[in-house]
């Protein structure tokens, strides 16, 4: 037993410090209790079979086809629309509808969905976008609650109750839990994210919200050190193409584009077209460049090359540049890292923007240093927001690559618009089939086959481009980490740890009566949620629930929905979930405000929840 509880101790610590990732962590555990012959290898292995594993593959399959039909996206525009102008609207419709959608889809994927439509609405609003973020995280982990497939740790506990023997829960057995959550969430979080959340009077320091072209080229000072340069008739230049030039390791300068004269002339036409400066692109007489660097690098190359250095605006085309930088043709987008993007720790050479997308990355915020010089080499960290310049298209189109990050900062009419696929419907009716077989019983269809279904006809309907894109869809660390620490659940049970743990919770707490055991049970995983995955600690806690339970002759069912809940409505941290760490760079908080607004609405959700639970389920 205590080999056990010695490697879950180990296990729990690496967990919490987060050097290691949490799917090889559970690997080396799993293999840990292989090795000293605590599981059998076919025990070890179960977790892989589990229809908890299974039916977690399918959901992101099914959760990835709404995304990427449009389905969700449109939905929640439409919805938020009716808020108006109104902030306290707005904020009730962003706390509802988040919850709605991440009833039936992860919540990283809702808040990724959600993070640019509500930034664009908040500025409709004229609302900080900062008080609305947090919540929005937050409500993504409440909708959760509402349904059997909201959240991992449902199913975990369903799971154990089936396991155990006991009837199998509803699809909808979770809702009034969900209900009650959203309900205390909006309650506790209106006042606090007015008094914590919202910007103070005078403040520097911006919110990432509604950010307007111009607001960010004044943020990242792209109008300084930016000049306007043209190439004269009969320039030795002309021809040749920007790689040849080779001004940026000459003289440390960046070209950001070309302003070219179009054919057409006309009054009232835009006669001045943007290009981006693409290495292979030649220039001609009389383009302008926008060239940004050091004034003196910038002068000696207009002495070598004989460029026109433009102070003055003389001519109507030249008129339409009075400003530094206007967005036409081309434009500029800030992009927020996923927690588990693949691009952390790489180079912004090696993360391959200019190949894949044909976008410049013109700067990078980190807290509040802004990088713009030499950024080939620098390395991206986790939480840096990347400024990115290209075509509106090829924006468009990176924001489309949403596993690694979600794009903001595009016009506000942009941000909010929808681009509804033709499989929309389809992958909605298909989302349907597999709820109602799930709801109804009179469908002879297991929950887990229901899952299955729905995935295989997202693919073979087309509702993604290809296989490869479903798969692309399926969070394999998550799958791994539940795969290999439910064989660790099995290790408590089959030892004697879980009951040995269970006894001396009942000893100490079951005299007072199942209220304050479960309550205790319900604090220690909120406790452990701060520092291990939700989805490891149900797993761990839920047969210790389930013992403890039996053991004071109760119903294991509160007991149990007391693990999953405290599981879920973890706030206090950025890190406990990855919904708060998405939210953190793009709302520009810090810790303390996690523990101002998170810590009071997670005490006083688990105080709602101890005695809200028993009226629902009773002991």
Known sequence: ????????????????SGKVRSDIVALCSLTAL???????????????????????????????????????KMISSRILKLAGKSELRLFILVMVVTAAIGAFV????TVAL?????????????????????????ASSMGGMMTLI???????????????????????????????????????????????????????????????????????????????LRVPAGSPLAGKTIQELDIRQKHG??????????????????TVTQKLAEPDMALREEDILYVK?????????????????LDEHATERQAQENAPLDFYDIGIAEIVLMPTSRIINRTIKEAGFRDKFDVNVLGIRRKKEYLLQGLGDVRILSGDVLLVQGTWADISRLSREDEDWVVLGQPLDEAAKVTLDYKAPLAAAIM?????????DFIPVAPVTAVIIAGLLMVLTGCFRNVEAAYKTINWESIVLIAAMLPMSLALEKTGASQFISNSLVSGLGQFGPIALMAGIYFTTSLMTMFISNTATAVLLAPIALQSAEQVGASPVPFLFAVTVAASMCFASPFSTPPNALVMPAGQYTFMDYVKVGLPLQIIMGVVMVFALPLLFPF
Not at 1 to 16: G, N
Not at 432 to 440: E, R
């Open 1 to 16: 037993m205590w080999t056990t509880v010695i490697i879950l101790v180990l296990s729990a610590v690496f967990f919490a």
């Open 34 to 72: 292989l090795l000293f012959h605590i599981l059998t290898p076919e025990e070890a292995l179960s977790g892989f079979s589990n229809s908890v594993v299974v039916m977690m593959v399918g959901l992101f399959v099914v959760g990835g086809a709404i995304f990427q039909t449009g389905l969700a």
């Open 106 to 109: 992860s919540n990283t994927g």
């Open 114 to 138: 959600m993070l640019p439509i509500v930034v664009s609405m908040a500025a409709a609003a004229g609302t900080n976008a900062s008080r609305l973020l947090m919540p929005l995280a937050f």
């Open 150 to 228: 909201g959240t991992p740790p449902n199913l975990v506990i369903q799971d154990a109750l089936t396991g155990a023997g006991y009837p199998a829960l509803s699809f909808f057995s979770f809702l009034p839990v969900g209900l009650i959550c959203v309900a205390v969430g909006i309650a506790v979080l209106l006042p606090l994210s007015k008094m914590f959340l919202s910007k103070k009077e005078g403040e520097k320091t911006q919110a990432h919200s509604g950010k307007t072209l111009k607001d960010l080229t004044r943020e990242y000072g792209l109008a300084n050190d930016l000049f306007r």
């Open 253 to 270: 300068l960046n070209i950001l584009e070309v302003r070219r004269e179009s054919g057409r002339q006309h009054r009232f036409l835009k």
């Open 293 to 309: 660097g050091p004034a003196e690098q910038v002068d000696l190359w207009i002495r070598e090359s004989g460029l026109n250095l």
């Open 432 to 440: 349907l089939l597999m709820v109602a077989m799930m709801v109804f």
